[in-house]
């Protein structure tokens, strides 16, 4: 805990704008094993996430992200002081939309792979699952001002599918909706933030607080 809080306070120092625990305490797969194996998981991710929100509640004044499907964890997690919640699931649990719309919290739909066998166009695949998704939130109780879109560029994607929807990110930020990328590298964060993306998911936050600062500079000096 001591090395995760240090971690954090780089961090911030360095000027993140949120700080996000994510669920690695357990599987992210959609539910898709036995009941046994999911109830071991559910008390070690429990066990180790909502102490970790806690903790850098206490201790920082950043919003907290919490990535993780389950709607329970995200619960707990939103009374410890999470504010959003990432579900890389396609919302697999049907109770973690309601959870995150009773919590007050916002919700970030992310995209994890593409169909099989592979569609022809790996965008408009993309872009159908994740208005299907939004489509979720409104019966659940969710305003459009509390989503985000998140186009999983990291989440079982080829190469070339990656660098389709890093190429289309203005199309996809157009859909109405923030749009949060996963950026293997700097300057395909300088791509996705010069084309529409509003949110940078980043081990290197120096990396990108430079990039945003510049990017902004160059469009304010262009009108």
Not at 42 to 48: D, F, I, S, T
Not at 147 to 156: C, F
Request: hydrophobic letters at 50%.
């Amino acid at each position: 805990m001591e090395a995760f809080l240090s971690r954090a306070a780089q961090m911030v120092a360095s000027g993140a704008d949120v700080l996000e625990v994510d669920g690695g305490a357990a599987s992210s797969r959609a539910p898709a094993f036995v009941d046994q194996e999911l109830d071991r998981e559910l008390g070690r991710e429990l066990g180790r996430v909502v102490p970790a929100v806690a903790a850098l509640k206490a201790r920082f004044d950043a919003p907290i992200s919490v990535t993780t499907w389950r709607a329970v964890v995200a619960s707990e997690a939103f009374k410890a002081g999470a504010v959003l919640g990432r579900d890389i699931s396609g919302f697999a649990d049907p109770d973690y939309l309601p959870a995150v719309a009773a919590s007050g919290a916002s919700v970030v739909a992310a995209h994890t792979s593409v169909s099989d066998p592979y569609p022809i166009d790996v965008v408009a695949d993309v872009e159908v699952y994740l208005l299907e998704r939004v489509s979720w939130a409104a019966p659940a109780g969710l305003a459009p001002e509390r989503i985000v879109l998140d186009t999983g560029l990291d989440l079982g994607k080829s190469p070339t599918q990656a660098l389709d929807l890093l190429r289309a990110t203005g199309r996809l930020a157009g859909l109405g909706y923030p749009l949060l990328v996963s950026t293997p590298s700097v300057a395909a964060a300088a791509l996705a933030i010069a084309r529409g993306a509003r949110l940078v998911r980043t081990h290197d936050v120096v990396g990108i607080r430079r990039v945003c600062a510049t990017l902004a500079a160059v469009m304010e000096a262009g009108g």
